[in-house]
């Protein structure tokens, strides 16, 4: 396995340009690009699940470059991302770890976010990288997938259903009529069609809940917290015709991913449903020449942690996808954009960056939205090695209000030697980060 770490340069060797120059079919490819592709068995979050307006798509998973002398390369250079996981290309296995875990072997950082990011209070969680352990990646995004679906009710459509009794009420099937019902017995062979809560995408949850709930973690999940109680209790009631024994047939009837506007967080709990009861396990797989794996985009991830913090702290965190939240620059709501967090009541705005250092661009667009917040705070909060912070007072129209730019190094426990200690180290900042913005007296 090759391990590496994101937001780093590689260089080849002698002895490993082999497997640099292997990772050629994945490496420079928008990751939109990858998921095109036919057959490629490539997850990631949250782009593979949803409509995401924040260029992960354009992202790329590798970008390599190749140096060659007489038809032969005599060196290459890999450089990672903000996206980490697991991806096999060409029977070669990559393991992409956060800059900040402190142990190779174990990502804690990524497994704290996404504990926090998808709520999963599962203390004993698996913290390794091996295929069943990857797998267990789809496990935790279920729940909230789930929930995120029933928020907008228990899925409803027309079916087509098949009945042999007493109490006609549809179209009689004379062929299935003629079949069963004579001699005459009193009964009669019809279909109808119903609105009914029990179809073909109920059903393959409900086939999902039963396949998950086998396992001890996935019963851990299922049982992780009241509303997903909630939400299992629901589809399992919605399903009354349920039979494990169809379970091929429901994955058949799902190969076609829904399109209903009105439930549209179905679609991607329908993709989820599919890849765990296919037993694609994002697995390794040696002499395959397609593309694997689970990854996830950090910097996501990274805001999306930071606004389980300061939400509590009356931030507000604008939606790009939902369009709430956002601010405009001109009159008649014209040049929409979407601050990460900011809070009204003193003027402070957060911009969460995943990144070793900010550059221009974001000086100049944090300084935007201050002016037209009127700011007098602009805050980057950015994972580091180190607490500290560094303040820079603004000239300008800033300078009237003593407006401060700062960069808060947010510090991510490097000496933890097990997930415990690590998620005590975590909570440590967390708690230094409220601080820092609750008022001052």
């Not at 580091?384 to 407006?403: D, F, I, P, Q, R």
Request: contains cysteine; positive net charge; proline residues 3%.
């Amino acid at each position: 396995m090759m391990t590496l770490t994101d937001n780093t340069l590689y260089s080849s060797t002698p002895n490993n340009i082999e497997t640099f120059l292997s990772l050629q079919n994945i490496a420079n490819k928008k990751i939109s690009d990858i998921l095109d592709e036919n057959d490629n068995n490539l997850l990631i979050y949250p782009y593979s699940f949803d409509k995401c307006e924040d260029g992960i798509g354009q992202q790329c998973l590798l970008s390599l470059q190749t140096h060659w002398k007489e038809k032969q390369c005599t060196k290459a250079t890999l450089q990672t991302g903000n996206i980490i996981g697991f991806i096999s290309a060409n029977g070669h296995a990559i393991s992409i770890h956060s800059r900040f875990s402190p142990k190779a072997e174990e990502d804690f950082f990524l497994h704290y976010m996404l504990q926090k990011v998808l709520c999963i209070n599962i203390v004993n969680l698996s913290h390794g990288t091996t295929d069943e352990q990857i797998f267990n990646f789809l496990l935790y995004l279920f729940p909230k997938l789930l929930n995120e679906a029933l928020m907008q009710g228990v899925y409803k459509e027309y079916q087509q259903n098949e009945y042999n009794d007493a109490n006609l009420r549809g179209r009689i099937d004379i062929n299935m009529h003629l079949k069963k019902n004579v001699p005459f017995n009193g009964r009669a062979a019809y279909r109808t069609r119903e609105f009914s809560h029990d179809n073909h995408v109920t059903q393959l949850i409900r086939h999902t809940l039963d396949y998950i709930g086998k396992s001890k973690l996935g019963k851990a999940v299922l049982e992780n917290n009241a509303e997903t109680r909630t939400c299992v209790a629901q589809i399992i009631s919605a399903t009354p015709r349920y039979n494990k024994q169809d379970r091929e047939k429901a994955i058949k009837k799902n190969s076609k991913i829904i399109t209903h506007p009105y439930y549209s967080q179905y679609a991607p709990l329908q993709k989820l449903c599919l890849r765990i009861l296919r037993h694609e396990k994002v697995k390794y797989r040696a002499q395959d020449d397609k593309i694997h794996g689970i990854v996830f985009d950090a910097s996501y991830l990274w805001e999306e942690y930071i606004a389980t913090i300061i939400t509590q702290e009356g931030f507000k965190h604008p939606n790009n996808k939902k369009g709430t939240g956002r601010i405009y620059l001109a009159k008649n709501k014209k040049h929409p954009r979407y601050p990460d967090f900011y809070r009204e009541r003193d003027s402070t705005i957060i911009d969460a960056k995943y990144k070793w250092d900010t550059n221009r661009d974001d000086t100049h667009q944090m300084v935007t939205y201050m002016y037209r917040l009127k700011g007098r705070r602009g805050v980057f909060v950015r994972p580091n090695h180190t607490e500290g912070k560094e303040v820079s007072y603004l000239l300008g129209y800033g300078e009237e209000n003593n407006a401060e730019l700062q960069i808060y190094n947010y510090p991510i426990p490097q000496t933890a030697s097990d997930y415990s200690r690590f998620t005590a180290g975590m909570m440590l900042s967390e708690t230094a980060l409220k601080s820092h913005f609750q008022p001052k007296i």
